[in-house]
């Protein structure tokens, strides 16, 4: 585990970010996956996965450095309302 310090998530926010490297199951290479944390709060921000090193099934778009995917929390808490399902 690697800590990453004050970073930026991908809607620009301000976020500590951990991070752990890992070699890919399919071939695509060494990654790092980076979990991302609300500075005051703690709470967790969201991931993202960059890569560090290609694979012998890597594109030729996944080069060192490049954000391979994210996700993100943008809201959280508790409700009694019933989820809407989408169309």
């Known amino acids: ?5 004050t970073v930026t998530d991908p809607l620009g926010r301000p976020a500590v970010g ?5 070699e890919s199951a399919d071939g695509r ?3 790092q996956r980076e979990v991302l944390f ?3 709060t703690g709470k967790v921000l969201g991931s993202r996965d960059v890569q ?3 694979g012998p099934n890597s594109e030729k778009w ?4 490049r954000m391979l995917g994210y996700w993100l929390v ?11 399902l989408p169309d």
């Open 62 to 65: 996944q080069v060192p450095g």
């Open 1 to 5: 585990m690697q800590q990453l310090g």
């Open 52 to 54: 560090l090193e290609p």
């Open 38 to 40: 609300d500075q005051r």
């Open 29 to 31: 290479g060494k990654i």
């Open 18 to 22: 951990l991070a752990a490297p890992f």
């Open 74 to 84: 943008v809201d959280s808490g508790w409700t009694d309302a019933k989820p809407a």
